[in-house]
């Protein structure tokens, strides 16, 4: 089946961030199954006027926009400009991600077109929202949010989510199961260098030669629950001295994070990096004996899978994790990394200790984990599903029109 998709996105390169990496890998496997895939970015990719820009190699098109322009400005912007490529471009499909915001435009410009819609939900706007601490559940902006979202679920021919705790959260809203698909986060194995010795060098200039790392490599925003990594450490310390934190990143979080390491006397334990180039980054990882990502227990952490400790076990590295939903959905406790209970400073000691004293069996589980992505989490695999997504898409627009 050869197809033309336009994809429509809330950012994309030259800004980094998980959202764009998901994206750039699915694109790559879609070209790969012969298909052609158009770009469309909405106004938070930032103020500007260019129509069109090429990074990468990549084309992708703009929506003009200045800054300060309220959520139904964008919407009316992206909205114009959608059903300008769509007339310029003629797709097939119209692929719209997450958030909301995307989708109500590309409803609108699919029925007007005569075009199918699929819904790709990475995470519900409402949720972000309250994750970052914009709104409340319960407030009136949180109910507008939800039921936006709904309103779009019911809307779209297809739709798509990167896990099982969304999947069983859209169909709660009353969508029929087949028009859900799960098309997992996963990782190109072949850009993961499995079990890579350090940089000596980069080990020495962080003063990190002799030690075991545990670390966090990714933003730095309050429901990662970095916060409850460095209380865990400070009590570790005593038992273990040659530890060291390591956290690789940025974010909101971060002024806090170093003045909680210097109220703790530990500023000299807790070693941050600061942003590094995404080139680099496996640089980092490898330099981590022990990743941890002690997410804490909320709607958003529980629904959504991160991309970040699929990237840990293509790499080799041992892991700890809260046992939030997502991190349920990816871990098998005791085989491919170590659970413990979230929210819970004790707990996660506990599990320090413990992952600590196990070395005799990192080499197995490292190993375990590197299998568990080869081959249930590859993005080959994961874009392959798009194929009959599409399909029943097109044929439910087809049956429209003939109706």
Not at 289 to 318: C, I, N, Q, S, W
Not at 331 to 337: K, L, S
Request: proline share 4%.
């Amino acid at each position: 089946m050869s197809l033309r998709i336009l994809h429509v996105l809330d950012h994309s390169l030259p800004l980094h961030s998980g959202y764009t990496f998901r994206t750039l890998a699915l694109l790559r496997e879609q070209r790969a199954l012969g298909w052609e895939t158009i770009h469309l970015t909405t106004p938070k990719q930032g103020a500007g006027t260019r129509l069109q820009e090429e990074v990468d190699g990549w084309v992708f098109h703009r929506t003009p926009s200045l800054d300060g322009s309220g959520l139904l400005t964008q919407m009316r912007l992206t909205l114009g400009r959608l059903d300008a490529v769509v007339r310029a471009t003629r797709p097939d499909v119209i692929h719209a991600h997450s958030p909301v915001l995307n989708a109500i435009p590309s409803l609108w410009v699919g029925r007007r077109r005569h075009l199918p819609v699929v819904y790709e939900v990475r995470a519900f706007w409402e949720d972000a929202a309250v994750d970052h601490g914009s709104t409340t559940e319960g407030s009136l902006r949180y109910r507008v949010s939800r039921a936006m979202e709904t309103f779009a679920l019911q809307r779209a021919d297809q739709i798509t989510t990167i896990c099982e705790g969304l999947r069983g959260d859209i169909a709660s809203r009353g969508i029929a199961p087949d028009r859900i698909t799960v098309i997992p986060n996963a990782v190109d194995v072949d850009d993961f260098c499995f079990g890579t010795e350090p940089n000596a060098d980069l080990r020495r200039a962080l003063g990190l030669e002799g030690m075991t790392v545990i670390g966090f490599a990714g933003s730095f925003y309050a429901y990662e629950g970095l916060d409850l990594l460095i209380a865990a450490v400070c009590q570790v310390l005593p038992r273990y001295p040659h530890l060291r934190v390591l956290l690789v990143g940025g974010g909101p979080q971060e002024s806090r994070l170093r003045a909680q390491a210097m109220a703790a006397g530990v500023q000299d334990r807790v070693i941050f990096t600061g942003r590094v180039p995404h080139a680099d980054v496996q640089r980092y990882y490898e330099l981590i004996d022990v990743l941890a990502y002690p997410r804490l227990p909320m709607r958003l952490t529980e629904l959504v899978t991160p991309l970040k400790p699929l990237e840990a076990m293509a790499l080799g590295r041992v892991l700890i994790a809260s046992d939030v939903g997502g991190h349920r959905e990816l871990i098998r406790h005791g085989e491919t990394g170590f659970l413990f209970r979230a929210g819970d400073a004790a707990a996660l000691v506990v599990a320090i200790e413990d992952v600590l004293a196990k070395r005799g069996v990192w080499s197995e589980i490292r190993s375990r984990a590197r299998r568990f992505v080869e081959t249930e989490r590859t993005w080959r695999t994961s874009a392959a599903r798009y194929r009959e997504v599409y399909r029943r898409a097109l044929a439910q627009t087809h049956r429209r029109s003939e109706t």
